[in-house]
């Protein structure tokens, strides 16, 4: 079974549209992250929720909002898309309470956006 | 503001070679580092975490060491395979709390070459 689970694998879109990007994990973890990769294959932090909590929310344009209906989902949507959104998406989660395996994050397969 | 960079960028070795990946942090306040692998157009999977109290850490052919007080830490690959192809990354994470960041380096490109 997998771990964590994005939709949709692949995204292509146009310029000006709206679109979502969706996260499940199954390993119980209390905290899930989104990050970007770029074409340099640079990854960065975006936000972070702990227990649906928004705890870590970098310098990212405010047309990002991610949404935790509960602990096992974490969903990004990103309106009025521009050719500088085109990446690649990776959700995360880790366990960061006491006792949480040292709070080692485990990634999704990712989810390449293009914008055209 | 922590940074992290991997040396070398890229890497092309023959099978079998014994190799060494390296991974330095300017902040060395850390709470853990973690060795990830990223196959072309895929997620990452994890290899090894050391916590910093921890001078290194093994699993299999793989052999990752920390030295938090310079900054720095490697991942030694045993009888490197073709199969290790793939892009190596390093990141430190800042604290235990939940709003501790994970910071990546750039990763090493890996070639084993049959």
């Known amino acids: 079974d997998t771990a964590v689970s994005q939709t949709p694998k692949y995204l292509v879109t146009q310029m000006g549209n709206d679109k979502s990007i969706k996260c499940e994990q199954n390993?119980?973890?209390?905290?899930m992250y989104w990050y970007k990769q770029d074409s340099k294959k640079f990854l960065k932090i975006m936000f972070s929720?702990?227990?649906?909590?928004?705890?870590i929310n970098e310098t990212v344009p405010n047309r990002f909002s991610p949404k935790s209906p509960d602990k096992a989902h974490l969903n990004l949507h990103i309106n009025s898309l521009e050719l500088g959104d085109s990446a690649v998406y990776f959700c995360?989660?880790?366990?960061?309470?006491?006792?949480?395996?040292?709070?080692?994050?485990?990634f999704g397969p990712g989810t390449r956006l293009t914008v055209t | 503001k922590q940074e992290v960079t991997q040396i070398p960028a890229a890497l092309s070795v023959p099978e079998g070679e014994n190799l060494v990946l390296n991974c330095s942090f300017t902040?060395?306040?850390?709470?853990?580092l973690q060795w990830f692998r990223q196959d072309p157009g895929k997620g990452l999977t994890s290899l090894l975490l050391?916590?910093?109290?921890?001078r290194e850490q093994t699993s299999g052919r793989l052999n990752a060491s920390l030295d938090k007080s310079s900054g720095r830490s490697t991942l030694y690959i045993a009888a490197s395979q073709p199969g290790d192809s793939a892009t190596y990354l390093c990141a430190v994470k800042e604290g235990e709390t939940s709003g501790s960041r994970l910071t990546f380096g750039e990763g090493t490109q890996l070639t084993v070459n049959p």
């Open positions: 902040d060395s306040a850390i709470y853990n």
């Open positions: 390993l119980g973890h209390d905290t």
């Open positions: 995360a989660s880790s366990q960061e309470s006491v006792g949480g395996a040292w709070n080692e994050q485990y």
């Open positions: 050391i916590q910093s109290s921890q």
């Open positions: 929720y702990n227990n649906k909590e928004l705890i």
